[in-house]
Nanobody, 124 residues
Framework: QVQLVESGGGLVQAGGPLRLSCAASGRTFSLYAMGWFRQAPGKEREFVARILWSGASTYVADSVKGRFTISRDNAKNTVYLQMNSLKPEDTAVYYC?????????????????WGQGTQVTVSS
């Protein structure tokens, strides 16, 4: 089992930055990838970014490319999502996810563990 705890959400003005953190515990040695997804009211959960647990290869969605960066701190078993130049359309609940299978890591189904979610609200 892997447990995920997110933090760092909040209210921010458009154009501002925010950093989300996701601390992983448990059987982290078995992980293949960790990712961030978001879900706005009335919309499906969508992929934002992912990082491979070994090698640190990253991939971000086109909608946030150039504004969001995913990174990790191995010593702390923590993954970060640095969000810059935030827009009102970035408003959503952001979820951290972890998976231990080498499957498509841009899909919700590619992850077996999920955090509780953290609200990000961007005001215009």
């Amino acid at each position: 089992q892997v447990q995920l705890v997110e933090s760092g959400g909040g209210l921010v003005q458009a154009g501002g930055p925010l950093r989300l953190s996701c601390a992983a515990s448990g059987r982290t040695f078995s992980l293949y990838a960790m990712g961030w997804f978001r879900q706005a009211p009335g919309k499906e959960r969508e992929f934002v970014a992912r990082i491979l647990w070994s090698g640190a290869s990253t991939y971000v969605a086109d909608s946030v490319k150039g504004r969001f960066t995913i990174s990790r701190d191995n010593a702390k078993n923590t993954v970060y999502l640095q969000m810059n130049s935030l827009k009102p359309e970035d408003t959503a609940v952001y979820y951290c996810a972890a998976g231990n299978l080498p499957v498509d890591s841009t899909r919700v189904g590619g992850y077996g563990y999920w955090g509780q979610g953290t609200q990000v609200t961007v005001s215009s």
